[in-house]
């Protein structure tokens, strides 16, 4: 049976918990008419580059998909019918990809170093809530002479 990777991105202002209906939904389209769903991922709420629907951001979630081409059709057709989902791609693959996919694999790259954790350069006045050595740093003002009252 074909392989098919299909991405869809819902609107952002609805829940996660109605994104996993949807998801539900299209995996009941592709069951009813003979598929099977290989792997879900839900990538969560981003950004989109551009702006689709006045939306801003916008919950993606990945399906992995075997079954005829004509259960992909349908599925493909209930998404173009919802208003809930913002635009979807599927691509027929020869294989699915081993493991979790590249989005789920930058999210878990724990082994960085955070900003706070690096102490590398030393300490910043400016942040590091030293303030001797911040106001140490910035200049005084030149003295300006007083303006001369006509009275005197």
């Given at each position: 049976?074909?392989?098919?990777?299909?991405?869809?991105?819902?609107?952002?202002?609805?829940?996660?918990?109605?994104?996993?209906?949807?998801?539900?939904?299209?995996?009941?389209?592709i069951t009813e008419n003979g598929g099977s769903i290989?792997?879900?991922?839900?990538?969560?709420?981003?950004s989109l580059t551009y702006r689709i629907k006045k939306?801003?951001?916008?919950?993606?979630?990945?399906?992995?998909?075997?079954?005829p081409a004509p259960a992909v059709h349908e599925m493909?057709?209930?998404?173009?019918?919802?208003?809930?989902?913002?635009?979807?791609?599927?691509?027929?693959?020869?294989?699915?990809?081993?493991?979790?996919?590249?989005?789920?694999?930058?999210?878990?790259?724990?082994?960085?170093?955070?900003?706070?954790?690096?102490?590398?350069?030393?300490?910043?006045?400016?942040?590091?809530?030293?303030?001797?050595?911040?106001?140490?740093?910035?200049?005084?003002?030149?003295?300006?002479?007083?303006?001369?009252?006509?009275?005197?």
């Amino acid at each position: 049976m074909p392989c098919y990777e299909c991405v869809f991105i819902a609107r952002q202002d609805i829940s996660a918990a109605q994104t996993e209906g949807l998801t539900e939904t299209f995996s009941q389209v592709i069951t009813e008419n003979g598929g099977s769903i290989a792997n879900v991922e839900s990538w969560g709420l981003r950004s989109l580059t551009y702006r689709i629907k006045k939306n801003r951001k916008g919950h993606y979630v990945l399906m992995n998909i075997e079954a005829p081409a004509p259960a992909v059709h349908e599925m493909e057709r209930q998404m173009r019918i919802n208003e809930d989902v913002l635009r979807f791609m599927t691509l027929r693959l020869d294989a699915f990809e081993e493991g979790p996919s590249a989005m789920v694999r930058n999210k878990d790259r724990d082994d960085r170093p955070r900003r706070s954790d690096r102490n590398d350069r030393g300490p910043r006045p400016d942040r590091d809530g030293d303030q001797a050595a911040a106001t140490a740093a910035i200049p005084a003002p030149a003295a300006t002479p007083a303006p001369a009252s006509e009275g005197e």
